[in-house]
């Protein structure tokens, strides 16, 4: 018992001891959690302290950043603003006044918001306050202090004025309390009509004439086909009316009529360009009204919260009175052409127009900004354009070929162009030697022909034979009309034919056979030609050649499409009068005869430059067709060559055994649409000889140059005999160039050895049998030969030897071609005044009289209607003409 309780307490005590040895444990590991805690507590107390200074320093950090971001977006959004004002409101729009000066708007493009001064912004260059007003709305100036924002007024008018073309803004001013004072600046407008005055009391009629204005520019301009004139402006890039600007300065209390006019106006103003600048008068409520309303503290912009400016200052006076007087005397100078461009379609459409019917193209565009047409058709067929010079008429001309040439393809439409003034201007539409390029409805150019009536003759015989040709075509299908044979002959080639004669009074001068036959071929064309598609287009810039029609009204009457420029006279009706007071740059256009109810007034593009026209000619002959072929370019003033002759160049000897052709001697080039050689055949005929007659040496020398080429080119070497007998020194170096180029086959002669060429040819004549080789005798001045030929040889002189190869050679095939300088000198060398000339078959007359040729040497009596003029001769071949020919001796061969 005493062991159990003994082992009892051993193992309480065990167990005590190991339950406070645990609990010393706990305490020690506790005191050192404790020691631990209030080291953590310390240093959290520490650490607590320093947060304030920490977050402060953190927070202000933070602010710091923001400000600076802050300012910043408010510096970039300033720039942003600034660079979308200038976007805005370029140049005159916004600029400062020492750099300002007038930057008006392209056409079409709208003039934008104007600057009235700048919002200012802490850290950040000013911004431009804008205010929308032409095109977009009004501005009403008020406040307790409006009468300090006056500087607004001007600045808004100076910077309106500068952004449009001049003449396109209209100022309308109501001053009563100043009487114009306020606008005193802008008066040199006045003389342009540009700004008008309005006085006490008038302001009832000026808003009664602004309303009216809205309502007629609604019903004619707008026309219901759009809502505004700045998108009328966009859509066509024309703007037909001028913005109108009233400026109202104070006044009595409105009446009730004239609260109602203005609230029209406030209402419906903007979008027909008329707009109000108020100060001082009650202005409705409306989006279009910009208020600026000026304070003791400055100005504010816009409704509420209304956007503090700064006003900008008032322009100066000299720049306001500088800029006015320049607009003024722009405007009164007249307005400027518009763009070629605006008569073209778009690259895409070019050459899609149908000409079946009639050939319609605008001109220019009407007061309204409309396009005005001009059509040749059945009704009206021909035009008839007029005006002094220097009023245009090349102008019209090149534009109205333009407009037309853009729509319909060559296959539709072909031009022949004849310029009877001096000039080159229609030029540019043939082939060039610095410009490749052609207008490829072009079939013939004939410029410097003022001199050359034969070449306007011979475009109206062309005219007539195609009309023959075409009025044959349509009797074979039994119609009438060109549309008619068109459609039953769609593999056919008709084209309408547009014929333009400038300074066309010179082809009907005179009374000679030129002028009658003129005159007949152009009233048969007139009349017959349009229902065959052929359409004249007469232009002259002296009233004269007006008048020369007049004697002819049945060949007028059938010019029912006329054409004014300014001043022009005798082309409309006899009271017609419009084109008396049309500005430059415009021509009244009348298809009805030239009466007053016809007239449309056209304001003309710019045409008449050749970079105007440079890059619509290139663009449509790199369309032109494969086979298109360039004009016929006829310059009076040039020399044709003869190595650039079709028919020259033609000219080949006959191929291996074929019999030989009669030769053919090349004289010249004809004064006709198809550039042809004047030809003169030899055959084995009597009489088939040639003369040329005149004193005028390079042009004679020429005509026997090209007539000896030409033969040789006919014959192979050693197959021809040429015989050169130079008699004149001044012939002596073109005679000899040609006996140097004709080498072998030519034999040479002079004054003292002409007898024996004379002697020896007609010697051959005797011998039995046909020569074979020809025998060409080039005489040059053969009179000069007279005394040597005087004298016997072998029974006969030299000039009876002469006579006698003259009347016998033709068939033994020996010609005379001879220079002689003289009709009477031939004459004399053939028998004298009462000679046979029949021998002569053929001759050209240089500067010889018509009279002077007489009976004798062609048909009829009295002569030819011929007048001498340089580098001109008149041909005539008594197998083949029955009137003359005129012809231009070709240039030196090199």
Not at 604 to 614: G, H, L, Q
Not at 771 to 781: D, I, Q, V
Not at 856 to 862: E, H, M
Request: hydrophobic share 45%.
């Amino acid at each position: 018992m005493a062991d159990r309780r003994a082992q009892l307490v051993t193992r309480v005590r065990g167990m005590l001891s190991e339950a406070l040895g645990a609990t010393r444990h706990r305490l020690a590991t506790a005191d050192v959690e404790l020691t631990a805690a209030r080291d953590r507590l310390a240093r959290v107390q520490h650490a607590a302290a320093a947060v304030p200074a920490r977050v402060g320093a953190e927070r202000d950090r933070r602010l710091a950043e923001i400000d600076a971001r802050h300012a910043a977006r408010i510096a970039e959004l300033a720039r942003r603003a600034v660079d979308a004002a200038d976007r805005e409101a370029p140049g005159a729009a916004s600029a400062d006044w020492p750099d300002w000066r007038a930057t008006p708007v392209g056409r079409g493009e709208p003039p934008g918001p104007v600057r009235i001064g700048t919002v200012a912004i802490p850290g950040a260059e000013p911004v431009p306050a804008l205010v929308p007003l032409l095109d977009a709305g009004h501005v009403h100036l008020g406040g307790a202090e409006a009468d300090g924002g006056a500087a607004v007024v001007p600045a808004l008018l100076l910077r309106s004025v500068g952004r449009a073309d001049p003449g396109a803004v209209r100022l309308f001013g109501y001053d009563p309390e100043r009487l114009g004072g306020g606008l005193a600046g802008f008066a040199p407008l006045g003389t342009a009509g540009l700004l008008t005055f309005v006085g006490p009391g008038g302001l009832g009629r000026l808003l009664d004439d602004l309303v009216e204005q809205i309502r007629r520019i609604n019903e004619t301009v707008l026309a219901g086909e759009y809502h505004s004139l700045r998108e009328l402006a966009a859509a066509t890039g024309r703007r037909p009316e001028p913005w109108r600007v009233a400026v109202l300065l104070g006044g009595d209390e409105l009446s009730r009529h004239e609260r109602g006019q203005l609230d029209r106006v406030v209402r419906t103003g903007a979008a027909c360009g008329v707009h109000l600048v108020v100060r001082g008068v009650p202005v409705p409520d409306d989006p279009t009204v910009t208020r600026v309303v000026v304070g003791p503290d400055g100005a504010r912009v816009g409704g509420p919260p209304a956007l503090p400016v700064r006003l900008d200052p008032p322009p100066p006076a000299v720049l306001v009175t500088e800029t006015c007087r320049q607009v003024a005397a722009r405007v009164n100078a007249g307005p400027p052409p518009t763009p070629f461009t605006d008569l073209l379609p778009p690259p895409e459409q070019m050459w899609r127009e149908d000409s079946s019917t009639a050939l319609t193209a605008p001109i220019g565009e009407g007061p309204h900004g409309r396009p005005v047409l001009l059509t040749l058709g059945d009704y009206p067929p021909h035009a008839l354009i007029g005006g002094p010079s220097g009023t245009g008429k090349t102008n019209l001309i090149f534009a109205w070929i333009g407009a037309l040439a853009s729509r319909y393809s060559p296959a539709e439409l072909e031009f022949y162009l004849l310029d009877f003034k001096e000039g080159v201007s229609f030029a540019r539409f043939a082939q060039g030697r610095r410009d490749p390029s052609w207008l490829p409805h072009m079939r013939l150019v004939g410029i410097n022909v003022n001199t050359d009536r034969e070449f306007g003759l011979a475009l109206l015989r062309f005219l007539a034979e195609e009309l023959r040709r075409r009025a044959d075509a349509a009797k074979k299908h039994e119609v009438t009309k060109l549309a008619e044979l068109r459609a039953v002959d769609p593999t056919g080639h008709w084209p309408r034919i547009v014929a333009v004669v400038d300074e066309f009074q010179a082809l009907l001068a005179g009374r000679d056979v030129v002028a009658r036959e003129a005159a007949d071929l152009l009233e048969d064309l007139a009349r017959r030609g349009r229902s065959q598609g052929i359409h004249l287009v007469l232009a002259s810039q002296d009233v004269r050649g007006i008048e020369a029609l007049w004697g002819r009204p049945a060949l007028v009457a059938q010019f029912t499409l006329r054409i004014a420029l300014p001043k022009a006279l005798r082309i409309l009706a006899e009271r017609n009068d419009a084109a008396q007071s049309l500005p430059r740059h415009h021509a009244v256009v009348n298809a009805e005869s030239g009466l007053v109810e016809g007239n449309q007034v056209a304001r003309i593009p710019s045409a008449s430059d050749w970079d105007e026209w440079s890059e619509l000619q290139h663009r449509l002959w790199r369309m032109r067709p494969a086979d298109a072929k360039p004009a016929r370019l006829f310059d009076g003033d040039a020399i044709p060559r003869l190595a650039d002759a079709p028919d020259f160049r033609a000219l080949t000897p006959p191929e291996g055994d074929a019999p030989p052709r009669s030769p053919v001697a090349v004289l010249g080039e004809i004064i006709d649409v198809q550039a042809r050689s004047a030809s003169l055949r030899l055959p084995r005929a009597p009489g088939r000889n040639l003369a040329v007659m005149g004193t005028r040496v390079d042009e004679a020398c020429a005509v026997l140059d090209a007539a000896a080429r030409s033969l040789a080119r006919q014959h192979r070497p050693g197959t021809a005999r040429f015989s050169i007998a130079c008699l004149d020194p001044d012939a002596d170096p073109a005679a000899r160039e040609l006996y140097a180029d004709l080498a072998d086959d030519a034999a040479w002669y002079d004054d003292e050895t002409v007898p024996e060429l004379m002697a020896e040819t007609a010697a051959a004549l005797d011998r039995p049998g046909t020569p074979a080789t020809p025998h060409y005798l080039l005489l040059y001045a053969v009179d000069a030969a007279a005394g040597r030929l005087a004298a016997r040889a072998g029974g006969r002189t030299g000039l009876e030897q002469l006579r006698r190869i003259l009347h016998d050679g033709p068939e033994r095939r020996t010609h005379v071609l001879a220079w002689w300088r003289g009709v009477a000198r031939m004459r004399v060398d053939l028998g004298g005044p009462a000679a046979r000339t029949d021998q002569i078959g053929a001759w050209v007359a240089l500067d010889v009289q018509g009279g002077e040729l007489g009976s004798s040497l062609y048909p009829g009596t009295g002569g030819p209607d011929w007048y001498p003029r340089p580098w001109r001769g008149l041909f005539f071949d008594r197998a083949v003409h029955r009137t003359g020919q005129v012809i231009i001796p070709y240039g030196p061969a090199r």
